[in-house]
């Protein structure tokens, strides 16, 4: 046996010991919580010249997640969900991808001040600020740099590495929102996170060929997109400040030189613990209808409210405007209630 060979068996003996030993160091009961989320709109929405209004009330989300940590090395999770706008559950994969919102295994491995991690499955795309989940939210509705522009859900192998004032991940995935790959081509991205006391600079990329980030005529062509963000938290939660833009392009075929782009700024600020206010105003312009927009231009200016009279009861008004092409289009009031178990 060689010296390489030797120092490879060495290490191998010496990974098998130590995950063994922390295999069996930890062994913690199922974690069970989750969240209900309904609400009631009101909307009034310009078609041609005349408004027509509608209103409803909508059970949005039910989600059950169930987590358990096997070791001090894995852990894994399975988040279950109806979300009135999930997935399209009329087929048998999409019942799946409707109901299973996330359900991944994780590996990691702290080294020193690092921790190394990879995990396995269905999760969010780790890319852009806002979160799908709507107990992160301070608002209800999400943004055009959100909604127009990037993935909920992607699946397949993410490693990365964190630190207390950095992460960095790499991942290959089915594609946008692809519970199973319908191409040969996997999609690509990264995700980079700089952050220092209330600081925090954010870097996205996503790119692939498929269905799903572009509108259907572009589904034979590669899409890429970049997101930069930055997010600062002056007062610990009590404010939080967001800049985001976010960039598409096409290449390839039809999509060749064609691009969109997208800017979020968003201002919370909770003044007494059960009251917070929202001010948000995102912009989506798709000069090239890459992303069948039907328009040049998207705008929203949102204003909310939210309570938190117990940590796990959030309760939320919204008044939102959404613009196409710089015309006021629809008006929308909201109410919504969350509550986690
Ligand atoms: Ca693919």
């Known amino acids: 046996m060689n010296r390489a060979r030797t120092g490879l068996c ?48 909508q059970l949005y989300e039910a989600q059950i997640n169930l987590a358990r940590r096997l070791s001090a090395n894995f852990e894994v999770h ?19 991808d409707h109901a299973v919102d996330q359900a991944y295994l994780k590996a990691m ?6 921790e190394l991690y990879a995990q396995f499955g269905k999760f969010n795309a780790p890319i852009g600020t806002e979160s799908v989940e709507a107990p992160d939210k301070n608002e209800i509705s999400f943004s055009l740099v959100n909604s127009k522009a990037t993935p909920t859900n992607v699946t397949g192998l993410l490693v990365g590495v964190s630190h207390d004032y950095f992460e960095l991940a790499l991942f290959v995935v089915n594609g946008w929102d692809q519970l199973s790959d319908p191409n040969a081509d996997k999609t690509f991205g990264l995700s980079a996170t700089v952050k220092y006391q209330w600081l925090a600079v954010g870097v996205g990329v996503i790119s692939g060929k498929g269905a799903g980030a572009f ?4 589904d034979a062509n590669r899409s890429t997109v970049l997101d930069v963000n930055l997010s600062l938290t002056p007062l610990q939660k009590k ?43 995102s912009l989506f312009r798709d000069r090239d209808g890459l992303q069948g927009l039907g328009a040049r231009q998207a705008e929203e ?11 796990s009861v959030r309760f939320k008004l919204e008044y939102r405007s959404d613009l196409t092409s710089g015309s006021v289009r629809k008006h929308t009031a909201a109410f919504q209630g969350v509550f986690l178990f």
Do not use: H
């Open 10 to 57: 060495s290490l191998c003996v010496l990974l098998l010991v130590t995950s063994s030993t922390l295999a069996f160091a930890k062994d913690e009961p199922l974690q069970l919580s989750g969240y209900v989320d309904g609400r009631y709109f009101f909307e009034r929405s310009k078609n041609g010249g005349a408004y027509t209004n509608s209103n409803t009330f």
């Open 78 to 96: 399975a988040n279950l969900n109806y979300r009135a706008e999930g997935p399209d559950p009329s087929s048998a994969l999409g019942l799946l």
């Open 109 to 114: 491995v702290q080294l020193g001040k690092f």
């Open 215 to 218: 509108s259907e005529t572009y």
């Open 239 to 281: 404010m939080l400040i967001v800049l985001e833009g976010n960039v598409g392009f096409g290449s390839g075929g039809v999509a060749e030189g064609k691009r969109w782009w997208g800017v979020l700024a968003l201002w919370y600020y909770e003044p007494i613990k059960y009251l917070g206010v929202t001010l948000r105003y």
């Open 301 to 311: 200016a949102t204003i909310a409210l939210q309570s938190k009279p117990l940590d």
